[in-house]
């Protein structure tokens, strides 16, 4: 059975710094695209970032890029993301997802999720 299970949230003040990680156990995510997603209250899930286990490429939204880092720990099998300079539309429920092939942004696109990490930046 594929299990996601992120954790690291939290709440942080603007400018603050968090990561979250996401433990994958249950298959070979090898030939895998890893996602992180976002839903702030009352809105659709967001794309912020993702990246292919298999050679690490990353994709970033342009929201968080150059402050929002993902990478992967294959002996871990565990996916992080870095989140530096936090704002405060940063504020949202955050999720991993797993999917076959290469990273995709739809939501829809993804087989599995993890139960979501909270992350609130203050003003």
């Known amino acids: 059975q594929v299990q996601l299970v992120e954790s690291g949230g939290g709440l942080v003040q603007a400018g603050g710094s968090l990561r979250l990680s996401c433990a994958a156990s249950?298959?070979?995510?090898?030939?895998?695209?890893m996602g992180w997603f976002r839903q702030a209250p009352g809105k659709a899930h967001e794309f912020a970032a993702g990246?292919?286990?298999?050679?690490?490429?990353?994709y970033y939204t342009d929201s968080v890029k150059g402050r929002f880092t993902v990478s992967r720990d294959n002996a871990k099998n565990t996916v992080y993301l870095q989140m530096n300079s936090l704002k405060p539309e940063d504020t949202a429920v955050y999720y991993c997802?797993?999917?076959?092939?290469?990273?995709?942004?739809?939501?829809?696109?993804?087989?599995?999720w993890g139960q979501g990490a909270q992350v609130t930046v203050s003003a």
């Open positions: 997802a797993a999917r076959q092939g290469i990273v995709a942004v739809t939501p829809t696109a993804y087989d599995y």
């Open positions: 990246i292919t286990w298999s050679v690490g490429k990353t």
């Open positions: 249950g298959r070979t995510f090898s030939s895998h695209a």
